[in-house]
């Protein structure tokens, strides 16, 4: 994936003009296409660089594997249950959504469904329109006093959590993620989950849909809530079993329950959606102008950002990507696939285990994105179609390749300000290290030769090792360039060890034959970095 070479993006659903206004200021061409067909998905997203969406339009593995040069998704919205992140991952496609678009919407809409739980107000309001008069069967509760349960304690749970504790709600929460400190701060005391069943007059649910979230209000839950409870979901379908949470209405133990989400959109078993003390709406928690128009702006910028190189927000997969734009780690990145490749080139394999060393306080936490742009480098040229730092990791384990990473805060001088990074084969004797000088990546050492002067590792180079006391290979190779037109940028050697030199020649462009140095050379290769 060549970042910042996005031209083309497709939006396949609906969205706030903004978007495209955005992104076409910021010299993207856009086709708008909401709607489509999967069918006219696959036709359309073959040539498409980006491809942005809301929750309607399926991104699939098949729909991945059509787009032939699609670089990043980008989801308007929070959840990305519609996007095949994994499958995105393996073929190095970015997935970006934009976390805080519709936090407000969303915590808004679950206020407001709290509210019509405690005063019964869409059923109430339903009698009316049927002509009736009910002022004794819509006997509410005021909400004052009472417990609420947030489980899920980001941005949204968050802002449910304040915004009710302003009808003097006490609320409790759990969250995996979340330390009891800060949810303190926002007036949340956190208990385990075992705690908050008994204790809950009503629950809410702002967690992602995982494995462990799923059916997370189930039968053994409801058995240990206290009877009445009131159960609010808009977050994501299937946090709460639709099938427990229908009985434990019909029996009494839930008192009623508000859903703006369904296992199925939309859902083809009604007895949930009939039942008297169930408040539902389709799929509306993002579905403000406001949020809308925030999800469309800020996804568009998120895009734009990302074709003009100026930083990548929202990141789904690949977080070690982000780092690829700040102006103080390209350098390293372009270092640590650098060294990859050499260490791959020397070492003649990709396989095996491979030891990713940062010396130095600067890259104390630079191995979380190094670690992948050295595996980039190892599987670049393999057998694997493209690798990025998106599914470098995963191609890496795929291959046989393990990559483990260690750190020191101490690096050796002159490299102790700027850090050093060393990557190293096990079992073998081949390891290169190399540093940032100004935003240079070069090279210090390779298999146990340090270099007199840092050569630098960018465009075409040539490495060679030779026998230091027959030193024909540099006329040799000087001659060559003179017959190909190939002109010499720079020369770099090592000091002697076991009687060879390693040397490092940048070059105008490659060399189609390395015929005439192999005969005056221990081992000669060619690599474009």
Same mark, same amino acid.
């Given at each position: ?12 659903? /609906? ?52 787009? !032939? ?20 991952? +393996? ?18 809409? %679950? ?50 959590? %304040? &915004? ?11 969250? @995996? ?46 058995? $240990?809530? +206290? +009877? ?7 977050? +994501?379908?299937?946090?709460?079993? !639709? ?10 133990? =839930? ?10 959109? @939309? ?13 539902? =709406? @389709? ?8 949020? #809308? ?33 700040? @102006?103080?780690? $390209? ?5 640590? &696939? ?5 260490? &791959? ?9 491979? #030891?990713?060393?940062?010396?130095? %306080? ?34 890496? #384990? ?13 690096? *050796?001088?002159?490299?102790? /300000? ?10 073998? *004797? ?34 060679? &090792?030779?026998?230091?006391?027959? *030193? ?58």
């Amino acid at each position: 994936m060549a970042l910042g070479k996005l031209q083309k993006v497709l939006i396949s659903d /609906s969205l706030d003009p903004c978007c495209r206004e955005i992104l076409q200021a910021g010299g993207l061409r856009v086709q708008e296409k909401p709607g489509l067909s999967k069918e006219e998905l696959l036709r359309e997203i073959r040539d498409c660089d980006g491809l942005i969406v809301r929750s309607a339009t399926k991104v699939t593995a098949e729909v991945l594997e059509a787009a !032939e040069r699609l670089q990043v998704v980008g989801r308007a919205g929070t959840g990305v249950d519609n996007v095949d992140v994994d499958a995105a991952t +393996r073929k190095g496609v970015l997935v970006m959504n934009t976390p805080t678009g519709n936090s407000l919407s969303a915590a808004e809409l %679950t206020c407001g469904m709290i509210l019509c739980l405690a005063r019964q107000i869409p059923q109430a309001a339903a009698s009316m329109k049927e002509g009736k008069w009910d002022r004794k069967k819509y006997m509410g509760m005021e909400l004052n006093g009472k417990t609420l349960g947030v489980l899920g304690l980001g941005r949204i749970g968050r802002e449910v959590a %304040t &915004r009710m504790q302003a009808f003097g709600m006490k609320t409790i929460g759990y969250d @995996p993620i979340i330390t009891p400190e800060a949810s303190a701060a926002f007036g949340v005391e956190q208990l385990p989950l075992e705690q908050i069943w008994p204790r809950c007059d009503f629950i809410t649910v702002h967690t992602p849909l995982l494995p462990s979230t799923t059916g997370l209000l189930n039968d053994s839950t409801f058995a $240990k809530c +206290r +009877r009445g409870v009131q159960v609010v979901n808009c977050a +994501r379908g299937g946090i709460v079993d !639709e099938g427990a949470l229908l009985r434990a209405l019909q029996s009494g133990q =839930c008192g009623g329950a508000a859903l703006d989400v369904f296992t199925q959109e @939309p859902p083809k078993d009604r007895d949930l959606v009939n039942h008297p003390n169930v408040i539902c =709406c @389709p799929h509306l928690g993002a579905s403000t102008r406001e949020a #809308q128009s925030r999800c469309g702006k800020e996804i568009a910028m998120q895009i734009v950002d990302m074709a003009t190189g100026k930083g990548l927000a929202g990141i789904v997969n690949g977080q070690a990507l982000s780092k690829a734009f700040a @102006p103080q780690t $390209k350098p390293w990145i372009t270092l640590a &696939r650098a060294l990859g490749t050499v260490l &791959r080139t020397v070492g003649k394999q990709a396989q095996g285990s491979v #030891q990713v060393c940062t010396l130095g %306080t600067p890259l104390q936490e630079a191995g979380s994105y190094l670690t992948p742009a050295v595996a980039a480098g190892m599987l670049a040229g393999g057998a694997q179609k493209e690798v990025t730092l998106v599914n470098a990791l995963l191609l890496a #384990q795929e291959a046989g390749l393990k990559v483990a990473t260690t750190h020191s805060d101490v690096a *050796p001088e002159p490299d102790s /300000s700027t850090g050093l990074l060393q990557v190293a084969l096990q079992g073998t *004797p081949h390891r290169a290290t190399g540093t940032v000088q100004g935003s240079t990546p070069v090279l210090r050492e390779l298999n146990g030769a340090t270099f007199k002067q840092p050569a630098p590792l960018a465009g075409p180079i040539l490495i060679y &090792r030779a026998k230091a006391s027959e *030193p024909s290979a540099l006329p040799a190779l000087t001659g060559l360039l003179g017959k190909v037109g190939v002109q010499l940028q720079s020369y770099h050697s090592s000091g002697v060890v076991a009687g060879e030199q390693w040397n490092v020649v940048g070059l105008s462009a490659p060399l189609s034959d390395l015929g005439e140095l192999k005969t005056r050379t221990t081992e000669v290769f060619q690599l474009h970095l």
